[in-house]
């Protein structure tokens, strides 16, 4: 069975490092086997993925910035939290939020993008319920936003 880190690596990808709150709250709290992690912003080795679906960002764009976010999940659960990877027992649930143009109605197939992840580095464990919606504005002009609710092993 190939470990979260190894499924990673096969992927041709990395953790980033877990982000600092931009204001004032945690990243991350447990609360006996579940850890509850704070939105995370789309962000990648350049600063904020910024832009609106449908007002000049396309799909594709925005499924990777929900991307992003899976992984700046992961992270902070590692990081922050200090459990390791394996040590996730399922991913409860994602409310993904999408910075969208009033017409852009593709938000679930943005959060695919986070969701797919999810089951790739994690398999069935990664499978969760989620909620997907269009908002008219994110911190820092975020494409995408990403909060989850994730079951650990002791």
């Given at each position: 069975?190939?470990?979260?880190?190894?499924?990673?690596?096969?992927?041709?990808?990395?953790?980033?490092?877990?982000?600092?709150?931009?204001?004032?709250?945690?990243?991350?709290r447990r609360s006996g086997n579940q850890i509850f992690v704070s939105g995370q912003v789309s962000e990648d080795e350049n600063g904020i993925i910024t832009g609106r679906l449908g007002a000049g960002m396309e799909l594709e764009a925005g499924v990777q910035a929900a991307q992003r976010c899976a992984l700046a999940i992961l992270a902070q659960i590692e990081q922050n939290a200090g459990v390791p990877l394996d040590h996730i027992a399922q991913v409860t649930k994602l409310v993904v939020m999408v910075n969208s143009d009033p017409g852009f109605t593709a938000q679930p197939q943005v959060a695919n993008g986070a969701?797919?992840?999810?089951?790739?580095?994690l398999g069935d464990r990664g499978r969760h319920a989620r909620s997907a919606f269009g908002v008219a504005a994110l911190p820092l002009g975020?494409?995408?936003?990403?909060?989850a609710i994730v079951d650990v092993f002791e």
């Open positions: 069975m190939t470990s979260p880190k190894e499924k990673l690596a096969e992927l041709g990808l990395s953790l980033p490092v877990a982000a600092l709150p931009k204001a004032n709250y945690v990243p991350v969701s797919d992840l999810m089951v790739a580095i975020a494409a995408v936003e990403i909060e």
